[in-house]
């Protein structure tokens, strides 16, 4: 144990007396030396002074964060102590050196690199794994917006899967802050990055249930999220909607759903003017009004399908006139499919609808669409199209079901929440 003593004081004043270039390979050193040790092996091996190396680490991350001298070496050195298990007096006296908001002005530095950022970020986790008392002191940093904005605007897919999972455990287990967290998710929705823009809706899936109260501003932020050309977001988003049927939004969203599928002419102009491709045009981009339609179709159908209730009440919004008027879009295919495939789900599933469809597409076109919805676009005419797109279909309430109120006053949310990491 005196040989282990002389050599850690020996290095404590190496690291007192060295230069920048020395100090960093003093820390790699130490990294390679000491990966995966606990908190008492780290001790033992540093002659009970661990405290005393540490604490210098710390003040020097702190005298050097923003100019990015050996931040890497100081933060994954900080990452192992912190890691370590039975490493909970090392966490304090990192704390007491002000190594939060240390960490999280870090991440808020345009030229940090992104591997430092995700070190910074997984040494929050571990303070966060230590428990709500910690989790608190991070929020009351301004924790939760400094990371929400680090997911949004990091160029690292790792940095954001990290800031995606910190987030969810903010939100896990913390009531006085799981609100702040999911304004936070909510915030990031409207970002430029499709990898941020699904872990966010991801992370409000787990979160939703922990705040109960859906809040009435995702409703907009969703559906814009249905212009994406981005499959994977499409997709999360189309299934995070349908759990939102559950919660006091719902009536909200199957309206705001229905109206995408009859885009405004101002804005389909607009973005035509705009240069962006027609949908027939080979190798062109389909204008994201288009995309959106489409999308709101093909959620219609998934919604139909998950309750009567929620069938009925799409009725009564119009889905049968607006998805018809979808099928009429010859300038974008896949709008006319996904409206078609959710249309014959409703006329099959209702007699009513089945009866207005008939009568107001014409025996002929309602043969051809009965036997092939998905592929009536296909050898579809422009006169076919005109009767669609000007269809006057309008089923009166109370011809589906007696009872026309709005969902969120039958349903209650779901005790459960998706899987975590």
């Known amino acids: 144990q005196e040989?282990?003593?002389?050599?850690?004081?020996?290095?404590?004043?190496?690291?007192?007396?060295?230069?920048?270039?020395?100090?960093?390979?003093?820390?790699?050193?130490?990294?390679?030396?000491?990966?995966?040790?606990?908190?008492?092996?780290?001790e033992f091996e540093l002659a009970q002074m661990a405290s005393l190396f540490l604490a210098r680490v710390s003040v020097w991350l702190k005298l050097t964060y923003m100019t990015g001298t050996c931040v890497t070496e100081q933060l994954e050195t900080i990452h192992l102590f912190l890691s370590a298990s039975t490493s909970h007096n090392f966490m304090i006296e990192f704390l007491e050196h002000?190594?939060?908001?240390?960490?999280?002005?870090?991440?808020?530095?345009?030229?940090?690199?992104?591997?430092?950022?995700?070190?910074?970020?997984?040494?929050?986790?571990?303070?966060?794994?230590?428990g709500t008392k910690y989790k608190e002191i991070i929020c009351e940093s301004y924790g939760i917006r400094a990371v929400a904005e680090c997911l949004a605007k990091s160029k690292s897919e790792?940095?954001?899967?990290?800031?995606?999972?910190?987030?969810?455990?903010?939100?896990?287990?913390?009531?006085?802050?799981?609100?702040?967290?999911?304004?936070?998710?909510?915030?990031?929705?409207?970002?430029?990055?499709?990898?941020?823009?699904q872990m966010a809706v991801q992370t409000l899936r787990f979160v939703q249930p922990i705040v109960k109260h859906a809040n009435p501003v995702i409703v907009e932020r969703l559906t814009n999220l249905l212009s994406t050309l981005h499959l994977e977001v499409q997709s999360a988003t189309i299934e995070f909607i349908k759990e939102l049927m559950h919660y006091n939004i719902a009536d909200d969203l199957l309206q705001a759903v229905v109206t995408l599928l009859r885009p405004n002419r101002d804005t389909s102009r607009?973005?035509?003017?705009?240069?962006?491709?027609?949908?027939?045009?080979?190798?062109?981009?389909?204008?994201?009004?288009?995309?959106?339609?489409?999308?709101?179709?093909?959620?219609i159908g998934e919604l139909a399908r998950q309750s009567d209730r929620i069938c009925d009440r799409l009725v009564y919004l119009r889905a049968v006139h607006h998805l018809m008027f979808a099928m009429g879009n010859l300038d974008h295919a896949d709008s006319q499919r996904q409206a078609s495939v959710a249309l014959e789900f409703l006329c099959r599933k209702l007699p009513i609808?089945?009866?207005?469809?008939?009568?107001?597409?014409?025996?002929?076109?309602?043969?051809?669409?009965?036997?092939?919805?998905?592929?009536?676009?296909v050898d579809m005419t422009p006169v076919q199209a005109d009767v669609l797109v000007s269809n006057k279909v309008n089923i009166p309430a109370g011809a589906v079901a007696e009872d026309t109120e709005p969902l969120h006053q039958h349903q209650h949310p779901h005790s459960s929440t998706p899987s975590s990491r």
């Open 3 to 42: 040989v282990a003593t002389m050599n850690v004081m020996n290095m404590l004043r190496e690291w007192d007396q060295s230069s920048k270039a020395k100090r960093s390979v003093i820390l790699r050193d130490f990294i390679n030396q000491h990966q995966k040790k606990s908190g008492p092996e780290l």
């Open 353 to 377: 609808v089945d009866e207005h469809v008939r009568e107001a597409m014409g025996q002929a076109l309602y043969d051809q669409f009965m036997s092939n919805a998905e592929a009536l676009y």
């Open 98 to 130: 002000g190594g939060i908001m240390c960490l999280l002005e870090l991440l808020g530095l345009k030229k940090a690199k992104e591997e430092d950022k995700d070190w910074a970020i997984r040494i929050l986790q571990c303070i966060a794994n230590a």
């Open 158 to 197: 790792r940095t954001q899967d990290s800031a995606r999972y910190l987030l969810q455990s903010l939100a896990d287990g913390n009531a006085r802050f799981v609100e702040q967290v999911y304004k936070g998710l909510i915030a990031v929705l409207p970002c430029t990055s499709p990898t941020a823009q």
């Open 270 to 299: 607009a973005e035509q003017s705009g240069g962006v491709g027609d949908a027939g045009d080979a190798g062109s981009t389909p204008m994201p009004i288009y995309v959106q339609q489409a999308a709101a179709a093909k959620c």
